[in-house]
């Protein structure tokens, strides 16, 4: 049954109340979800692909977050965990210090967004080093508060009309091997890109002054570029040899998005700060920093923290999220899923001009779409003709990079073989009629 009037009638009046700059992609209104499908007021049935940006990997509305987060509303909603505390954060800091890569001990605070843990990292890495200088990266993007934005390197929309930004940001290239910034190619380019660091760190910003290096494991708006297995690794020892923090910032990577807890992982790297948020909680809003023991105590009682921080529903939440990553073996699966994707990404590639490049690290995979394979022109355009073309035939996807011309996959890990299949013919017909227009 269709309730269209009803969904133009709330369209109607979200525009005359609601600001024009809190933006959605899709004008529809959600009723319902469930695993990998969402349905909407006019009864329509999405497969989805996006998972709220990263943020379902255990699927919607999955039954024992529910409950959990039912059964602690039932007996407190919220006291202020900084004026009286209880027990869900204590048991989740427990879980993440084990969680997060790396054998050193390790101590985590809660805060409610993923912008908001990176606040906190800068905070707390310029606190313990004494130093002011934080290294980002080209295609970074680290949230919408000042330090966040001032972090991310995409223009519009997230910086244009919001300066003056917040000082002491020094920018990198990333390891963007289907555009490098120094003309190589892998292997032969000798990661060039890590090594470079060594020498901004004479020429641009001195390891005297600088903090810490905030990296996204595989940058998410800015285009799932995965990076080289010795690119992190190279990029750690450089930071190792000058006293630099690393902050991983796995904001969207972590909680199983890329195979393992962390993506961390593949590359044995052990950050010094790392902050978590979007799938940790499935949906409540709850960001978590988790850092080297002596790092993250450095701060005296009450310099970090927030009204919000570590509520009670939200680590309930996470507590199950975590509880059903092993109960049903998420791991496992998002890696069976993962292999399956990039086999149907590659598969595309063969029949499709228009896809340059497929990235894919477990489950999150990206297809890079450009108008020419030699020359690499974006196709921003194309890209947002083959979304909404999948959106109206019932498939929920998402774009990103810098200039908007990435498709990138990060549905829930709980996607059944069906749904992927369906999913993944809807974008195979969204490419031939592309062809065709
Ligand atoms: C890597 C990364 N860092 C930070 C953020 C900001 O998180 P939030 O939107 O919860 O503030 C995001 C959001 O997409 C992200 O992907």
């Known amino acids: 049954m269709t309730d269209n009037k009803k969904t133009k009638e709330l369209n109607g009046l979200r525009d005359k109340n609601m600001a024009k700059g809190f933006a959605s992609a899709r004008s529809i209104c959600v009723q319902k979800a469930e695993g990998a499908t969402i349905w909407d007021m006019d009864g329509r049935e999405y497969i989805d692909f996006a998972g709220g940006i990263a943020v379902m990997n255990v699927g919607h509305s999955h039954p024992d977050v529910v409950a959990a987060v039912k059964n602690q509303a039932d007996k407190f909603m919220h006291t202020c965990f900084m004026v ?63 330090m966040g934005m001032s972090l991310t390197s995409k223009v519009q929309p997230y910086k244009l009309g919001f300066g003056p930004f917040a000082p002491e940001i ?83 990577t972590g909680i199983g998005r890329t195979g393992p807890m962390f993506a961390m992982e593949h590359w044995g790297i052990e950050a010094d700060i790392t ?45 199950a999220v975590l509880s059903v990553i092993e109960k049903e073996n998420l791991l496992k699966k998002g890696k069976d899923l993962g292999e399956k994707l990039s086999t149907a990404l590659n598969d595309l590639k063969d029949d499709f001009k228009i896809i340059g490049d497929v990235r894919c690290l477990g489950p999150l995979a990206a297809l890079e779409l450009v108008k020419n394979r ?22 929920v996807l998402l774009s990103c990079g810098v200039y908007g011309n990435v498709l990138r996959f990060m549905m829930p890990l709980v996607t059944t073989d069906q749904q992927l299949e369906q999913g993944i013919n809807i974008l195979n017909n969204a490419f031939e009629w592309l062809e065709k227009r």
């Open 275 to 319: 902050t978590t948020a979007k799938s940790l909680a499935a949906g409540m809003p709850l960001s978590a920093v988790v850092g080297k023991k002596k790092i993250m105590d450095c701060v005296h009682p009450g310099g970090v923290g927030g009204t919000y921080g570590a509520n009670p529903l939200a680590c309930e939440a996470a507590l």
């Open 170 to 252: 020094y920018r990198i290239p990333f390891a963007y091997c289907y555009r490098c910034s120094f003309g190589k190619e892998y292997p032969s380019c000798d990661i060039a890109c890590a090594d470079h660091l060594e020498s901004f760190l004479i020429t641009h910003c001195a390891p005297e002054t600088t903090a810490a290096l905030i990296a996204e494991p595989v940058p998410g708006e800015g285009g799932y570029m995965v990076p080289p297995p010795e690119y992190f690794p190279e990029l750690k020892k450089i930071c190792d040899a000058h006293g630099i923090l690393f902050i991983a910032d796995e904001i969207q």
């Open 374 to 395: 030699e020359t690499k022109t974006p196709a921003q355009e194309e890209t947002k003709a083959i979304t909404d073309y999948c959106f109206k035939k019932g498939l």
């Open 84 to 146: 009286l505390p209880y027990e869900s954060p204590v048991r989740l800091a427990q879980k993440l210090n084990t969680l997060v890569p790396g054998e050193s001990p390790k101590k985590t605070m809660f805060v409610n967004s993923g912008a908001e843990a990176v606040e906190n990292a800068v905070k707390i890495a310029r606190y313990y080093t004494k130093k002011t200088g934080i290294i980002a990266f080209e295609n970074a993007f680290h949230g919408r508060t000042l």
